[in-house]
Each structure stands twice: as C-alpha cells, then as structure tokens.
Nanobody
Framework: VQLQASGGGLVQPGDSLRLSCAAS????????IGWFRQAPGKERKAVSC????????FYADFLKGRFTISRDNAKNTVYLQMNSLKPEDTAIYYC???????????????????WGQGTQVTVSS
C-alpha cells in the first residue's frame, strides 16, 4: 500500500497548482483521501477530504473556497486543485487514506492509516 504525492513547486502569489495523490497496492476509491499541509515550525493541518462512498468533499474554512479536491477512479488518483495561491499556503502537502473523512482545519490526521511522502509547495514573489 503506497501513496505518492506530487505536483508541488515554486509559484508566485495568485498562481495555481494541481497536486496529485496516486495510489498503488489498493483501490483509492474505497478510501477517504485527505490532504494535509505542514508549514515550517507549525502543526500539520487538514486541508480537504473526499469521502469514499459518495465522493463528498470537505474543506478547511481557512481556504475560503480556493482549493478543490477531486478523484479520478480510472487513474486511481486524487487531485487537489489550488487556485489564487498565497504565501501562507507555503507548506509540505501530504495525502493520506482512511476509512472515512475526519475533521478539516485544526486536525493533524492522527486517525489516517496510510500517508504519502509529501510534496513541497512554495508561494513566493
């Protein structure tokens, strides 16, 4: 069972990025997938989650509608589309799998079972 997060990079404020979370060894649609981020010196926070059964989506309030989570079952991949990026979005972004979505926002993902390695997103002018 493995999750591979990718798509990070260095972008300017206002730009967009799409992160990917690809699964191997299991069928991703059978799991809830969460995206988390951890900025330097700060605790990890839950950014978004998509549920397994109905594909319900959940977002942290601090995103203010800028990010969108989606899933492509044929590619066994979950995406996080990030628009209008701000310097405060700079962090390492992780994806994780669990049997259900838990909280978003000030939640560190302790209940999630499988984690990807993280991808760095840096927003700077």
């Amino acid at each position: 069972v493995q999750l591979q997060a990718s798509g990070g990079g260095l972008v300017q404020p206002g730009d967009s990025l799409r992160l990917s979370c690809a699964a191997s060894g299991f069928t991703l649609e059978n799991y809830a997938i969460g995206w988390f981020r951890q900025a330097p010196g700060k605790e990890r926070k839950a950014v978004s989650c998509i549920s397994s059964r109905h594909g319900s989506t959940f977002y942290a309030d601090f995103l203010k509608g800028r990010f969108t989570i989606s899933r492509d079952n044929a590619k066994n991949t979950v995406y996080l589309q990030m628009n209008s990026l701000k310097p405060e979005d700079t962090a390492i972004y992780y994806c994780a799998a669990s049997n259900q979505c838990y909280a978003v926002g000030d939640y560190d993902g302790v209940d999630y079972d499988y984690w990807g390695q993280g991808t760095q997103v840096t927003v700077s002018s």
